[in-house]
């Protein structure tokens, strides 16, 4: 709270001084002029006594003041004003006044500004002569006190600091001990300037002895000698000369109480290293501290060492040790270790539990245990390799000393773990679980922490391969059952746990397709590990049980990707595991096969042919495959048919069935089965051989036909009587060809029913064939007698103009099924009926005339332009569907895109012309809604009628 006092200044001058100009007060409040203006001015009373008027002053809080002389601005001698203070010059000079607020009066001394005796002594110090000059400099502490410790002040010593004279730096320590001394006692603790050059003061105490100094000096040397330990540790940019204080402690400091001035002290890493480095010369002296004082050093010291290499190098390098030293600094130390590996990383924490003697790791190795399990229990740290194989050795280490819940939770830790190098690990911590003999028999975690690991690394596993191609999918699968064969040693006999495991891993298998897991195959055989590779086998062979029925394509599909095989034409088995569920393949191929008949089954083997080739031509791993009972069975069956078409002892329909194949087809169908043709029993079928048989077939069914046609064409029954006697016998071969052998076939009383009317067949089916003009053929056939009646003449017109007709008819239908038109057109229409018909070879003339009556009544506006139309349609399906994307506006900028150059321009031009009126008459042809057949027709119709030539 602010408050005001008057106050009146009373000060004995130097004589004569009001010449030099006018006395005044200055001070630090603004009624004393704020060490600026000179407002308070004192007046003479005698010849040395000065007194200012009463001033009154607020009091905030403490006031400095100094008595000085204003000189005011002279004109005439061209002097500038100046203000000169009392004693040293200046109001940072150190012997600033504090105003007494509780007396109304200040009488008041003028300070001298000088006061050189301090400095005589100094100059006058010789090497044999310091103890003199100390007890001179204290009668002059007696004498005049103040005035001496104001020169005794640090300025004073470091403008003097360059002298080498050992005493002399000695002299300015006792100096500095009286100065400090002096300012504790008025209450104001005094720091070191930055720039105070401590480091040579300190270096001058080498070999420092209390005889040198009077014995009474020796509390201001103590006080001297802590404050520039202070100052040389805390000030100065890491300077370590206040090591020499372990040198002389025995002297100045006996208790070393001086380290309670350095508890706040810290270094860096790099200045802690070169610390303890200098704390070598310390060494030689512990043996003569005391015992408390020693332990009391020590500890201090190892609580600077903020790191375990400096913490280890002090234990080891600078510290002597004995049993009752290492009790008493025990728990420091630990605490220390605890602090210094409390940040650590596995990497330093493994190196620096190395380090410890063997003695003493026992008592730091919780330490180190409770770490590692620290670091184990974030999920989420960043592992790297290095810091992994070191908890990895952490875990290993049996000087570690781990107990039993100590080694469960990091194996619960570990297996929480979101690090996939890190869950990596746990197999080999989980046997030295084992080897260990650790108990779990009452809680039985083990097992739990075993199914959370693999869950976990499974996932982890699979994230790895996010892309997911089928590859990385496959080296998923791979990892898995690899995992499992890292575990089988330590857990294929813990029934309950491996059993877990696996269940975990085929459950897992289900979110991949079968060609996934089929492609880890040729990966699957790295394991060494039958049981892994037996559990892998299982499991394929389970989800082939459990798939569908499939396709021969679709399997041998699933082979090649179970082989690793990149070509579509051999089969090459790289290995048994492949083998051996190709084996299993085969096996669910033969309890799939139902065939009701032997013919049956040898047709499904060669419709089956493509698959069966590779099967049977398969190179590699064979033997086993080649001993399965099912492709066995198949090669037996192809030699066994092979045997049939070779002994001529097949039966016509079944070779008629056969031979739908080329003979390409039918050779290596054949052949595959004597691949080697080293077995007694292969049959060799030739492509000589099929190429008979087929043209020996051909000709049966020929002979068949013709005989079929010419009895029900050419004999009337009221003409032959006896022609259904005929007709039931070729009826009846047609019905039996399943019985009728090859064999048979070839005897010569196979035709001896028909044998007097199978000439006469051969040549009825060959009387119209290739027939152009009908009257012309009749008139040549006058001797034959037949009746030459106009309808009879018109069917044989008809008849020869089928294949034209048929020709006409498929034109128009490719027309109507353009999308473009968007025609209805099914099976049941006049057009698919029709070429249905005329296709039909068992047409009787007497129904010619009445069927192209119907087709005429669909057909008779159609002309010859209108089909030449329909026919050039029918080849322009692309075309159309361009005309219709383009608009026109297009098609007329093609003119004006064609080079302007010779005479191409003008072709390019009629060409690009000729488009447009193409597209000017069949553009709304395509956009038009025909319903039916006949809509289309008209249309094309009017499109003729307005231009014959688009015909």
């Known amino acids: 709270m602010e408050r005001k006092k008057t106050f009146t200044f009373h000060v004995h001058l130097p004589e004569n001084i009001e010449k030099i100009g006018q006395p005044v007060v200055l001070g630090d409040a603004d009624e004393l ?31 400095q003041y100094k008595y000085a002389i204003h000189i005011p601005k002279s004109a005439l001698t061209s002097r500038r004003e100046n203000i000169e203070f009392e004693g040293f010059d200046g109001i940072d000079a150190g012997d600033n006044r504090t105003l007494d607020v509780q007396r109304n009066s200040q009488f008041d001394i003028w300070k001298i500004r000088e006061f050189a005796f301090v400095e005589y002594i100094y100059d006058s110090i010789e090497i044999n002569n310091l103890r003199d000059k100390v007890l001179e400099y204290q009668h002059l502490l007696t004498i005049h006190s103040d005035l001496t410790i104001h020169a005794s002040n640090p300025k004073f010593i470091i403008d003097r600091i360059d002298d080498n004279i050992k005493e002399k730096r000695l002299f300015l320590c006792v100096l500095l001990g009286y100065y400090i001394s002096k300012k504790r006692e008025e209450g104001s603790p005094h720091e070191l300037p930055n720039n105070f050059p401590s480091n040579l003061l300190l270096n001058a105490l080498e070999d420092y002895k209390q005889e040198f100094l009077p014995l009474d000096t020796k509390d201001q040397m103590h006080t001297a000698i802590i404050t520039l330990i202070q100052h040389n540790s805390f000030q100065m940019k890491f300077k370590l000369d206040w090591l020499i204080i372990f040198t002389i402690a025995s002297e100045v400091d006996p208790d070393y109480t001086f380290i309670n001035h350095l508890k706040a002290l810290k270094y860096s890493d790099d200045e802690l290293e070169k610390f303890i480095e200098g704390c070598k010369i310390i060494k030689p002296y512990i043996e003569k501290i005391k015992f408390e004082s020693y332990v009391e050093i020590a500890r201090w010291l190892i609580q600077l060492c903020h790191n375990m290499d400096s913490l280890l190098k002090l234990w080891d390098d600078i510290l002597l040790h004995n049993n009752e030293f290492d009790e008493s600094v025990s728990k420091c130390f630990t605490e220390q270790v605890r602090a210094n590996i409390s940040h650590t990383e596995a990497v330093a924490l493994e190196r620096n539990f190395k380090r410890l003697s063997e003695d003493y790791r026992d008592r730091v190795s919780g330490i180190f ?57 746990f197999p080999d911590i989980l046997d030295d679980w084992f080897r260990n003999d650790f108990s779990d028999t009452k809680e039985k975690k083990i097992p739990k922490i075993c199914v959370i690991w693999f869950k976990n690394l499974l996932l982890k596993l699979d994230t790895n391969t996010s892309n997911k191609k089928s590859s990385n999918n496959s080296n998923f699968i791979f990892s898995v059952f690899q995992q499992l064969e890292l575990m089988y040693p330590l857990l294929g006999r813990r029934i309950n746990i491996w059993r877990d495991l696996t269940a975990i891993a085929i459950d897992r298998m289900k979110n991949y397709s079968e060609d996934q897991i089929f492609a880890a195959t040729k990966l699957i055989v790295q394991i060494k590990q039958d049981n892994v590779k037996v559990l892998f086998l299982e499991m394929v062979k389970d989800m082939l049980n459990k798939s569908t029925l499939q396709t021969h394509d679709q399997l041998l599909n699933k082979i090649r990707i179970i082989c690793d ?94 031979l739908e194949y080329n003979d390409e087809y039918l050779f290596q169908h054949f052949d595959a089965a004597v691949i080697e043709k080293k077995e007694l029993g292969d049959v060799i079928v030739s492509r000589d051989e099929i190429a008979k048989l087929r043209k020996l077939c051909d000709n049966y069914q020929i002979q068949l036909d013709v005989l079929s046609k010419f009895y029900t064409g050419f004999c009337p029954n009221d003409k032959v009587t006896d022609v259904a006697v005929y007709i039931r016998d070729v009826k009846q071969n047609l019905q039996s060809l399943d019985k009728i052998k090859v064999k048979q076939v070839l005897s010569s009383d196979h035709w001896a029913f028909h044998e007097k009317t199978i000439d ?101 506006n159609v002309n010859q332009d209108c089909w030449e139309l329909i026919k050039e349609l029918s080849n ?67 499109v003729i009628k307005k231009n014959h030539t688009l015909g």
Request: proline residues 2%; contains cysteine.
């Open 565 to 658: 095989c990149k070509t579509t034409e051999i089969l090459d088995v790289p290995n048994m595991i492949s083998e051996d569920i190709l084996y299993h393949i085969m096996t669910i191929l033969q309890s799939q096969s139902t065939v009701s008949s032997a013919s049956e089954h040898h047709l499904n083997i060669l419709k089956a042919s493509k698959f069966w080739n590779i099967i049977l031509r398969a190179t590699g791993s064979v033997a086993k495959l080649n001993s399965n009972p099912f492709v066995e069975n198949i090669k037996t069956s192809i030699n066994e048919l092979a045997g049939l078409l070779l002994e001529k002892t097949i039966d016509i329909q079944l070779l008629q069935q056969i």
């Open 33 to 63: 002029g704020a060490w600026k203006n000179p407002i308070v001015k004192l007046c003479q009373k005698n010849r040395t006594y000065w007194k200012s008027d009463p001033v009154p002053i607020s009091i905030i809080s403490s006031i």
């Open 369 to 425: 245990r409770d770490q590692v399990i620290f670091l184990l229990k974030s999920p989420n740290r960043k592992w790297t390799y290095e810091n992994i194989n070191a908890v990895k050795k952490l875990l290993h280490e049996n000087n570690m000393s781990w107990h039993r819940d100590e080694f469960i939770q990091s194996l619960e830790l570990i297996s929480q773990s979101h690090t996939l190098e890190l869950l990596n690990i």
């Open 876 to 942: 322009a399906e692309e075309f159309l569907g361009f005309l219709k994307k383009i608009a026109e506006h297009d098609i007329k900028k093609l003119i004006n895109g064609v080079d302007d150059h010779s005479d191409e321009r003008l072709i390019q031009e009629d060409a690009v012309s000729s488009l447009i009126q193409v597209k000017q008459f069949l553009f709304p042809l395509m956009t038009k809604n025909m319903e039916s057949i006949s809509d289309l027709l008209k249309e094309l119709l009017n």
């Open 760 to 860: 006469s067949a051969r040549k009825a089916s060959l009387l119209w064939k290739n027939v152009t003009d009908v009257n012309s053929e009749l008139d040549l056939m006058e001797d034959y007698k037949i009746s030459k009646s106009q309808r009879f003449v018109q069917t044989l017109g008809y008849l020869t103009k089928i294949p034209h007709w048929v020709q006409r008819l498929e034109e128009l239908e490719k027309v109507v099924e353009m999308e473009i038109f968007k025609v209805q057109h099914n099976e049941d229409d006049w057009l698919s009926k029709s070429i249905r018909i005329l296709k039909d070879d068992s047409m009787k003339l007497g129904q010619i005339n009445n069927f192209f009556d119907y087709l005429d009544g669909n057909l008779s």
